[in-house]
């Protein structure tokens, strides 16, 4: 399986987040097309890729009001007609229902979303490690349904 990363972050944990996601999918035996920024995606990578990964930071008042940062970029992302895709989104409390307003977000670029993990973004190795083996795990179950 081949897979693009996608990452929206104003800090840096989400994009560590997503090399860190990649090495670990690489560990496993699956290509990495790209790593790139929502904001300027590796459109070649996006092509390639059989899975799309999505992922952003939670951005609201820590306890109320938590939603994915950067949903007019991610909806200006390409079509992802006929292709899988994950998401996942960095936090420091509480993601609440960021992940499920992310996967509609991709979800309305055409993508079939197998789902996603929110990672804390001080256990990012552990988290991602654990993305990465879900992904894994579920794939051949998705693509096999498509
Ligand atoms: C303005 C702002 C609002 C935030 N709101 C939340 C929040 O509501 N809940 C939460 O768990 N984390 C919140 N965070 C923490 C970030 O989601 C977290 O630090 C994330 O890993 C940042 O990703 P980045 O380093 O890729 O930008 C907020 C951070 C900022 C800067």
């Known amino acids: 399986m081949k897979a693009a990363i996608l990452f929206e972050s104003l800090t840096g944990h989400t994009r560590v987040a997503g090399e860190l996601i990649a090495a670990n999918l690489q560990q496993q ?3 990495i097309t790209g790593v790139s920024p929502v904001r300027h995606p590796e459109m070649l990578s996006i ?3 059989d899975v799309v ?3 952003t930071w939670v951005h609201g008042l820590f306890v109320v ?3 994915p940062w950067g949903l007019g970029a991610i909806a200006g992302l390409p079509a992802l007609r006929g292709k899988l895709a994950a998401t996942y989104c960095t936090f420091a409390l509480n993601p609440a229902k960021t992940l499920d307003k992310l996967d509609a977000a ?3 670029l055409g993508a079939d979303v197998i789902g996603g993990l929110a990672l804390h973004r001080s256990k990012l190795p552990a988290h991602a490690e654990e993305f990465a083996s879900r992904l894994v795990a579920n794939v051949p179950v998705a693509a096999s349904r498509q």
């Open 106 to 108: 991709v979800s309305r």
């Open 47 to 49: 092509q390639d890729a």
């Open 29 to 31: 035996g699956w290509g």
């Open 65 to 67: 009001g938590q939603a």
């Open 53 to 55: 990964i999505v992922g």
